[in-house]
């Protein structure tokens, strides 16, 4: 083909739709600016799609007459930079997701869309006519010559409320000659930033002990990219060394990120930091509105915000300036993105930290075995805090064996026993159960008919507040029925309890006393869980219930005893990683207790008390249990002694996913080395959900390099397979567990 008959150079495009490649486009033929970064509206088929440009004249191999132009601009200026998007392209191909996916997932919501971006700037006017040789025009316009003179000296512009402060009431004669051609409606840009000043800290922060101050100076002394892991024990300061963190790399000029795992840690930490840093704050989290989200997204986009704290996908966040990366809870499951593009929060920032040559802290009282695995091979330093802060001291866990023990809605006597005497002396008690309704299962006494949901692998949760039999997988809802669909008998039972029928229980067993709910159900209100959690750190409720929203950061200096209901299940469970994640919410729950100068103490009600990896933890610490951990995974050759990747598919259709991924099985292991193992393929650990019958294939190598080659190689294999329209599938590298 000639040469001429190719096009010289186009635009190339990420669009918001579901395709693995970058497509190919021309400039808008009225010859508007475009740069990487900006958003177009792109032809794709008979459809509309909203487009990121990532790469300006470049050349192409298309033929000319094959490529579309861009049908308009939709941004000024680009939304990321040049890092940005090798940050983010970079994240697609790691985590093998379509790169339109990963850009547009790094922008608000209404940014997805065909909108431009919210202008917050201040309205204002500007000089678009020539001011002197309008002059002799003003000569019996006093006013008006007046006006413009101000605005001739401000090529920028001025506000609204600067003119009426200089000039007063000046609407007529601006009207007057925006109506000649002299003036226009402007947005007034924010000052520039002056140049940064040490902030100082407060009177209030109190004086690091020397395992903090170690911790802090090792940092400090970082020039350029290092990882640390902070691991300290609950209540041992963790957050003061943030601070002191934070501060240093304001007064140097840099902005920070603060990566929280759970929404109901954001209130509570920026409450915190907002005592303490004088840079402006912004504040990323599902919670907000779409304005809101967008607000704190520009303002951290533009440099006018300082210091971001947010939940996962903040990491995406564009920052100019990034100095410091923080991960708070690094272990936490909720920083994993398990549908759409799947991707892990703390890996990433680890990753935006080298990127940005900066220092990146994992903070932790439970580090994961991924992490310590790093750490202790050196290539992430480890600092540790093995003391709680000021005067407060571990607490006492005592087990509780619940073996034939006669237990009131799953509270046994001795459990009752020490609420008792800790509600007498005046403190505070909390409770954890992690299983929110009132039981997890409602049966039939006479039939035994049980509420199972038709569409999932799981029994429907009664609620019965709500008066709802509820599906926790796929949230089908039903009224909760007074007597038995399948023999009408009115005899039905709840079995089992979850934190709303413990609720029940506990305000029989102690009338009148401040008790406080605190679950997903009780905190749906926005602003509820803020307002618990502060009348809890008040004193105000006596005994606090609830789910793993409570067990993760709070500081509850009134709380003397913990009680947990229940983590058997984390002792026998499916997934390899089950031990370890009942390990971490163990200690993570047990550190609520005793954080102020009242010892604490934690009961943990168990079935297996003789359990050997509850022993060792329980006797010798996290450490020790990690250890002892790894060494079993070095034995199976799991991670992170080896890398993974789930290939997941679903259909309505029986055995079609399965299937489906035997074809993706066949057509893998040519492309593999012998080193490559592949599991499966096999039913997922709930075959049925939501009405969709699910299956998966594991793909695990003894390096990441060896795994991302092959996968490489089979995801546009994989792609050109045939498969039935109804058939979904999904690939999680690094998968975190079973779904």
Same mark, same amino acid.
């Given at each position: 083909?000639?040469?001429?008959?190719?096009?010289?150079?186009?635009?190339?495009?990420?669009?918001?739709?579901?395709?693995?490649?970058?497509?190919?486009?021309?400039?808008?033929?009225?010859?508007?600016?475009?740069?990487?970064?900006?958003?177009?509206?792109?032809?794709?088929?008979?459809?509309?799609?909203?487009?990121?440009?990532?790469?300006?004249?470049?050349?192409?191999?298309?033929?000319?007459?094959?490529?579309?132009?861009?049908?308009?601009?939709?941004?000024?200026?680009?939304?990321?930079?040049?890092?940005?998007?090798?940050?983010?392209?970079?994240?697609?191909?790691?985590?093998?997701?379509?790169?339109?996916?990963?850009?547009?997932?790094?922008?608000?919501?209404?940014?997805?869309?065909?909108?431009?971006?919210?202008?917050?700037?201040?309205?204002?006017?500007?000089?678009?006519?020539?001011?002197?040789?309008?002059?002799?025009?003003?000569?019996?316009?006093?006013?008006?010559?007046?006006?413009?003179?101000?605005?001739?000296?401000?090529?920028?512009?001025?506000?609204?409320?600067?003119?009426?402060?200089?000039?007063?009431?000046?609407?007529?004669?601006?009207?007057?000659?925006?109506?000649?051609?002299?003036?226009?409606?402007?947005?007034?840009?924010?000052?520039?930033?002056?140049?940064?000043?040490?902030?100082?800290?407060?009177?209030?922060?109190?004086?690091?002990?020397?395992?903090?101050?170690?911790?802090?100076?090792?940092?400090?002394?970082?020039?350029?990219?290092?990882?640390?892991?902070?691991?300290?024990?609950?209540?041992?300061?963790?957050?003061?060394?943030?601070?002191?963190?934070?501060?240093?790399?304001?007064?140097?000029?840099?902005?920070?990120?603060?990566?929280?795992?759970?929404?109901?840690?954001?209130?509570?930490?920026?409450?915190?930091?907002?005592?303490?840093?004088?840079?402006?704050?912004?504040?990323?989290?599902?919670?907000?509105?779409?304005?809101?989200?967008?607000?704190?997204?520009?303002?951290?986009?533009?440099?006018?915000?300082?210091?971001?704290?947010?939940?996962?996908?903040?990491?995406?966040?564009?920052?100019?300036?990034?100095?410091?990366?923080?991960?708070?809870?690094?272990?936490?499951?909720?920083?994993?993105?398990?549908?759409?593009?799947?991707?892990?929060?703390?890996?990433?920032?680890?990753?935006?930290?080298?990127?940005?040559?900066?220092?990146?802290?994992?903070?932790?009282?439970?580090?994961?075995?991924?992490?310590?695995?790093?750490?202790?091979?050196?290539?992430?330093?480890?600092?540790?805090?093995?003391?709680?802060?000021?005067?407060?001291?571990?607490?006492?866990?005592?087990?509780?064996?619940?073996?034939?023990?006669?237990?009131?809605?799953?509270?046994?006597?001795?459990?009752?026993?020490?609420?008792?005497?800790?509600?007498?002396?005046?403190?505070?008690?909390?409770?954890?159960?992690?299983?929110?309704?009132?039981?997890?299962?409602?049966?039939?006494?006479?039939?035994?008919?049980?509420?199972?949901?038709?569409?999932?692998?799981?029994?429907?949760?009664?609620?019965?507040?709500?008066?709802?039999?509820?599906?926790?997988?796929?949230?089908?809802?039903?009224?909760?029925?007074?007597?038995?669909?399948?023999?009408?008998?009115?005899?039905?039972?709840?079995?089992?309890?979850?934190?709303?029928?413990?609720?029940?229980?506990?305000?029989?067993?102690?009338?009148?006393?401040?008790?406080?709910?605190?679950?997903?159900?009780?905190?749906?209100?926005?602003?509820?869980?803020?307002?618990?959690?502060?009348?809890?750190?008040?004193?105000?409720?006596?005994?606090?219930?609830?789910?793993?929203?409570?067990?993760?950061?709070?500081?509850?200096?009134?709380?003397?005893?913990?009680?947990?209901?229940?983590?058997?299940?984390?002792?026998?469970?499916?997934?390899? #990683? &089950?031990?370890?994640?009942? =390990? $971490? /919410? *163990?200690? !993570?729950?047990?550190? +609520? %207790?005793?954080?102020?100068?009242?010892?604490?103490?934690?009961?943990?009600?168990?079935?297996?008390?003789?359990?050997?990896?509850?022993?060792?933890?329980?006797?010798?610490?996290?450490?020790?249990?990690?250890?002892?951990?790894?060494?079993?995974?070095?034995?199976?050759?799991?991670?992170?002694?080896?890398?993974?990747?789930?290939?997941?598919?679903?259909?309505?259709?029986?055995?079609?996913?399965?299937?489906?991924?035997?074809?993706?099985?066949?057509?893998?292991?040519?492309?593999?080395?012998?080193?490559?193992?592949?599991?499966?393929?096999?039913?997922?650990?709930?075959?049925? #959900? &939501?009405?969709?019958?699910? =299956? $998966? /294939? *594991?793909? !695990?190598?003894?390096? +990441? %390099?060896?795994?991302?080659?092959?996968?490489?190689?089979?995801?546009?294999?994989?792609?050109?397979?045939?498969?039935?329209?109804?058939?979904?599938?999904?690939?999680?590298?690094?998968?975190?567990?079973?779904?």
């Amino acid at each position: 083909m000639p040469a001429s008959s190719r096009a010289k150079a186009v635009l190339r495009v990420a669009v918001a739709a579901p395709l693995s490649e970058l497509l190919d486009y021309l400039k808008p033929a009225d010859g508007t600016r475009v740069l990487p970064g900006m958003r177009v509206l792109v032809p794709l088929g008979r459809a509309r799609r909203v487009g990121m440009v990532v790469a300006a004249d470049v050349p192409t191999t298309l033929p000319a007459e094959r490529i579309k132009p861009v049908l308009s601009v939709l941004d000024r200026e680009p939304l990321l930079a040049a890092g940005d998007l090798r940050f983010l392209l970079w994240a697609a191909e790691y985590y093998r997701g379509n790169p339109g996916e990963a850009l547009f997932g790094a922008l608000p919501l209404r940014l997805r869309r065909p909108r431009p971006s919210l202008d917050d700037r201040p309205s204002g006017w500007r000089v678009c006519g020539e001011p002197e040789t309008a002059a002799a025009e003003l000569r019996r316009a006093p006013r008006q010559r007046e006006v413009l003179a101000l605005l001739a000296k401000a090529p920028a512009g001025l506000d609204d409320a600067t003119l009426r402060a200089r000039l007063g009431d000046c609407i007529a004669p601006l009207r007057a000659l925006a109506g000649r051609g002299l003036i226009t409606r402007c947005r007034i840009a924010a000052p520039a930033e002056p140049p940064p000043t040490p902030l100082a800290i407060q009177a209030s922060a109190p004086t690091l002990n020397a395992h903090q101050a170690a911790a802090t100076a090792a940092v400090e002394r970082c020039q350029g990219f290092g990882c640390f892991l902070l691991d300290g024990v609950t209540g041992s300061g963790k957050t003061e060394v943030y601070l002191r963190l934070i501060d240093r790399a304001l007064a140097a000029g840099r902005q920070v990120l603060v990566l929280v795992p759970e929404i109901g840690l954001t209130p509570q930490l920026h409450e915190r930091f907002a005592r303490r840093v004088t840079a402006p704050i912004a504040v990323l989290h599902s919670a907000l509105s779409e304005t809101e989200r967008e607000r704190g997204w520009r303002a951290a986009a533009t440099g006018e915000a300082r210091l971001l704290l947010g939940t996962r996908s903040a990491v995406f966040t564009p920052l100019r300036n990034l100095g410091l990366v923080i991960v708070d809870e690094e272990h936490d499951m909720s920083l994993k993105q398990q549908e759409g593009f799947r991707y892990s929060a703390r890996d990433l920032a680890v990753r935006r930290a080298q990127q940005a040559d900066c220092p990146v802290l994992l903070g932790s009282a439970t580090p994961s075995l991924e992490t310590l695995h790093n750490a202790r091979g050196g290539r992430y330093r480890h600092l540790r805090l093995p003391q709680r802060a000021g005067t407060a001291v571990d607490p006492k866990i005592l087990v509780a064996d619940i073996r034939a023990q006669p237990l009131e809605t799953g509270l046994s006597h001795a459990l009752l026993t020490r609420m008792d005497r800790e509600i007498d002396a005046g403190n505070q008690v909390l409770l954890f159960l992690n299983r929110r309704g009132f039981s997890p299962v409602l049966t039939c006494h006479d039939c035994g008919w049980t509420s199972e949901c038709p569409r999932c692998d799981a029994r429907m949760t009664l609620h019965r507040g709500r008066a709802l039999l509820l599906c926790h997988h796929c949230g089908l809802e039903h009224a909760q029925p007074v007597q038995c669909p399948y023999c009408t008998s009115p005899d039905l039972r709840p079995l089992g309890q979850g934190t709303e029928r413990v609720e029940d229980t506990l305000r029989q067993r102690f009338p009148g006393l401040p008790l406080a709910r605190i679950d997903r159900d009780s905190t749906r209100k926005r602003g509820e869980l803020e307002r618990l959690l502060a009348a809890a750190q008040r004193g105000e409720q006596r005994i606090l219930l609830g789910t793993q929203m409570l067990a993760k950061g709070h500081h509850l200096p009134g709380v003397t005893l913990v009680g947990i209901l229940d983590l058997d299940h984390g002792l026998y469970g499916s997934d390899f #990683r &089950a031990t370890e994640r009942m =390990a $971490q /919410l *163990l200690v !993570q729950v047990a550190g +609520r %207790a005793g954080r102020a100068e009242r010892p604490g103490t934690v009961l943990l009600q168990t079935r297996h008390p003789q359990h050997p990896m509850l022993e060792l933890l329980l006797g010798e610490g996290y450490g020790a249990f990690a250890t002892a951990a790894l060494a079993e995974r070095r034995e199976a050759g799991l991670p992170p002694f080896s890398h993974q990747a789930m290939l997941r598919a679903d259909s309505p259709r029986e055995q079609a996913a399965l299937e489906f991924l035997a074809q993706v099985l066949e057509t893998a292991r040519p492309l593999a080395p012998p080193e490559v193992e592949f599991w499966g393929p096999a039913p997922a650990q709930m075959e049925r #959900r &939501a009405g969709r019958i699910r =299956a $998966q /294939l *594991l793909l !695990q190598a003894p390096t +990441r %390099a060896l795994l991302q080659g092959v996968l490489a190689r089979l995801l546009p294999a994989l792609r050109a397979l045939r498969r039935p329209r109804e058939l979904r599938w999904s690939i999680d590298v690094d998968p975190q567990e079973n779904l």
